[in-house]
């Protein structure tokens, strides 16, 4: 069943406000990476890789549970066979505690591979995170400038780069690990949070034409009225599942779906509160048919 919104809301009436909250929160964030930083896994940070096989049948719950015994039930386990086993261990001090749980739940296992991921490749794979990040930023710029409006692509990328910092923010925060699955979930919130943007000012592009007669405000308050329900039923059907996701889905997938879960919340907000409300400003300040 579809959610239809059948009455109006001036969101633009609170633009302002929008962006006072939005720009505390970039602010608090930026402060947090500053000062705190962000906990990085062993892909970024470097750590230890063990490869092991048990005497008999056993499952990544199996060996995770014997992790959690000292406390590393967040590592990441990869299963190549019924026996075999990858598992990435952030510290390395953690190395013997590890190698002594496992050995505890499982005396006949065999270790393969011990082996030590160092920074430098940490290192490589940070700035090619970034690298990848600006070159889809800068796409999307371009792509939006030639299809619709420099403005209306100038505001989506200040609207992912808020929904990005945020989030980033709010790992520092909560201390969750960053790790590759994390870039991954980054790049997704990156699409849905420019998809939402898209579907907002694409029905601004169609009411442009009555920007004299309506003034900016009121055109984007009725274009973002229009959509509401497609905006709100889309954000729904997609955050439900990635919350089961974040609940039921176990701490090896836990940090990607919280980040993909703020990514939709954040992204939803910003395609009205930040797209729009700067939008406005600008126009406001700048008037251009």
């Not at 929008?18 to 062993?42: D, E, M, P, Q, T």
């Not at 299963?79 to 086993?85: D, M, R």
């Amino acid at each position: 069943m579809r959610l239809r919104i059948k009455f109006y809301i001036s969101f633009m009436k609170v633009r302002r406000l929008a962006l006072l909250a939005s720009a505390i929160a970039i602010v608090a964030s930026i402060c947090l990476l500053g000062f705190k930083g962000l906990n990085l896994g062993i892909d970024f940070s470097g750590g230890v890789l063990v490869q092991m096989e048990t005497n008999e049948a056993s499952s990544v719950g199996d060996v995770r549970q014997a992790l959690e015994k000292v406390g590393l039930g967040t590592s990441v386990i990869q299963a190549y066979s019924e026996k075999g086993y990858i598992i990435r261990i952030k510290s390395e001090e953690s190395q013997e505690e590890a190698l002594r749980a496992l050995r505890e739940s499982f005396p006949e296992m065999s270790l393969l591979r011990l082996e030590q991921v160092g920074p430098v490749v940490g290192s490589q794979l940070r700035r090619q995170a970034i690298i990848a990040v600006s070159i889809s930023l800068v796409c999307i710029l371009i792509y939006i400038t030639f299809r619709f409006r420099f403005r209306f692509g100038a505001v989506s990328v200040l609207a992912l780069f808020h929904d990005v910092i945020i989030t980033l923010g709010l790992f520092s925060l909560t201390g969750r690990e960053i790790s590759l699955p994390f870039i991954a979930a980054i790049l997704t919130i990156v699409g849905y949070s420019l998809n939402d943007t898209i579907v907002v000012l694409d029905r601004v592009r169609e009411n442009w034409r009555h920007i004299k007669q309506w003034g900016i405000v009121k055109l984007l308050d009725d274009s973002i009225n229009q959509v509401l329900s497609r905006t709100i039923n889309t954000s729904l059907t997609t955050f439900f599942p990635v919350l089961a996701l974040f609940l039921w889905g176990g701490p090896a997938i836990a940090d990607f779906s919280f980040a993909f879960m703020v990514g939709i919340v954040l992204g939803t907000y910003s395609s009205i509160f930040v797209a729009g409300a700067l939008l406005c400003e600008w126009q406001l300040r700048s008037p251009k048919t």
